[in-house]
């Protein structure tokens, strides 16, 4: 009756003619083709076909905006992984262990108190030193010449004397017949046209930190090394060249210009005593009285020599 057109529709009415109309068809599942394969669906109504789709609506009927989220709660930022990773301050170097001074230096030979040296730390001149300064030259010689302490280069280089102060040195004992570099006499002591052996030494075998004076303590700590080193070289004279070798050996606190021109003793050896080269190379009108000490040294020697010749028995060497 769907093909009745609304006028037919109403005259039925005025007649009391119901109308049965086709109620629409149930959705269907699909029905299989008698080939096995699915029949397509029948088509919805285009408007259920745009609500089933609703992206593709028309632009005039936008989709109303959704209502805006609520914002997340704030969180603390994690840590940055910069940060850390972060790598640790080096760690601050240790100073080295103080440790008391071996015993029996006093009885020590030549390699055991050279060792005692380079591995000491009884005072804190230990903390900064590059190396020690033992000693050089011959370690059987009539002559002994001892400094104060190491400077710079002494330190750098582990030798007592370089530099201009050490060549002014070498200059000095030249003039007195004398190197550091001779060999020692292979028979009896005596005078020589050759260069007679010399060994030096300082009182403190570490150098104090930016050339500062000695404290008294690292003086009483370093002191049984040197001792034990006159001991072992047994020379017949000392020279100690500079106030503060002067006043350690000696045990004083007069200046050097009262304590020339007079014989000293130490440990049983005559002192002479003498300006340190490097004085000498800023105060040069010194040099003089420096040459009337080298002179003084030698005359003692000479009479040792003259001694020892009268009485060969008293030779050392
Ligand atoms: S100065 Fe002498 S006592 Fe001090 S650490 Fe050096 S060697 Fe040892």
């Given at each position: 009756?769907?093909?009745?057109?609304?006028?037919?529709?109403?005259?039925?009415?005025?007649?009391?003619?119901?109308?049965?109309?086709?109620?629409?068809?149930?959705?269907?599942?699909?029905?299989?083709?008698?080939?096995?394969?699915?029949?397509?669906?029948?088509?919805?109504?285009?408007?259920?076909r745009l609500e089933a789709h609703p992206l593709a609506a028309p632009a005039a009927h936008p989709a109303p905006a959704p209502a805006p989220l609520?914002?997340?709660?704030?969180?603390?930022?994690?840590?940055?992984?910069?940060?850390?990773?972060?790598?640790?301050?080096?760690?601050?170097?240790?100073?080295?262990?103080?440790?008391?001074?071996?015993?029996?230096?006093?009885?020590?030979?030549?390699?055991?108190?050279?060792?005692?040296?380079?591995?000491?730390?009884?005072?804190?001149?230990?903390?900064?030193?590059?190396?020690?300064?033992?000693?050089?030259?011959?370690?059987?010689?009539?002559?002994?010449?001892?400094?104060?302490?190491?400077?710079?280069?002494?330190?750098?280089?582990?030798?007592?004397?370089?530099?201009?102060?050490?060549?002014?040195?070498?200059?000095?004992?030249?003039?007195?017949?004398?190197?550091?570099?001779?060999?020692?006499?292979?028979?009896?002591?005596?005078?020589?046209?050759?260069?007679?052996?010399?060994?030096?030494?300082?009182?403190?075998?570490?150098?104090?930190?930016?050339?500062?004076?000695?404290?008294?303590?690292?003086?009483?700590?370093?002191?049984?090394?040197?001792?034990?080193?006159?001991?072992?070289?047994?020379?017949?004279?000392?020279?100690?060249?500079?106030?503060?070798?002067?006043?350690?050996?000696?045990?004083?606190?007069?200046?050097?210009?009262?304590?020339?021109?007079?014989?000293?003793?130490?440990?049983?050896?005559?002192?002479?005593?003498?300006?340190?080269?490097?004085?000498?190379?800023?105060?040069?009108?010194?040099?003089?009285?420096?040459?009337?000490?080298?002179?003084?040294?030698?005359?003692?020697?000479?009479?040792?020599?003259?001694?020892?010749?009268?009485?060969?028995?008293?030779?050392?060497?």
């Open positions: 009756m769907n093909h009745l057109d609304d006028r037919q529709r109403a005259m039925l009415a005025e007649m009391g003619v119901r109308l049965w109309a086709r109620p629409p068809a149930p959705a269907r599942p699909l029905a299989r083709s008698p080939a096995g394969t699915s029949a397509p669906a029948p088509q919805a109504p285009a408007a259920a609520p914002a997340p709660p704030r969180q603390a930022p994690p840590a940055s992984p910069a940060k850390a990773a972060l790598p640790s301050p080096p760690p601050t170097p240790e100073p080295p262990v103080r440790a008391p001074r071996p015993a029996g230096v006093d009885t020590m030979d030549w390699p055991a108190l050279e060792a005692a040296v380079a591995d000491c730390h009884a005072c804190g001149l230990c903390e900064k030193r590059r190396h020690t300064v033992f000693g050089v030259g011959a370690r059987q010689a009539d002559w002994m010449v001892i400094g104060e302490a190491p400077g710079e280069q002494e330190d750098r280089q582990g030798q007592p004397f370089v530099g201009q102060a050490g060549k002014l040195l070498d200059a000095m004992l030249a003039a007195t017949g004398l190197s550091r570099h001779a060999p020692a006499p292979a028979g009896a002591a005596g005078a020589s046209a050759e260069p007679q052996p010399v060994y030096i030494a300082n009182v403190l075998k570490c150098r104090p930190p930016g050339n500062r004076n000695p404290q008294p303590e690292e003086v009483a700590q370093c002191e049984p090394y040197l001792r034990r080193q006159v001991a072992l070289v047994q020379p017949r004279v000392i020279l100690a060249m500079g106030r503060f070798a002067v006043q350690s050996l000696l045990q004083t606190t007069e200046p050097i210009g009262r304590l020339r021109g007079r014989v000293h003793q130490y440990a049983g050896v005559p002192v002479i005593v003498t300006y340190h080269p490097a004085y000498l190379l800023r105060n040069l009108p010194d040099k003089a009285k420096a040459w009337q000490d080298l002179c003084l040294a030698r005359e003692i020697m000479n009479s040792h020599l003259r001694a020892a010749s009268v009485a060969p028995e008293n030779q050392k060497r």
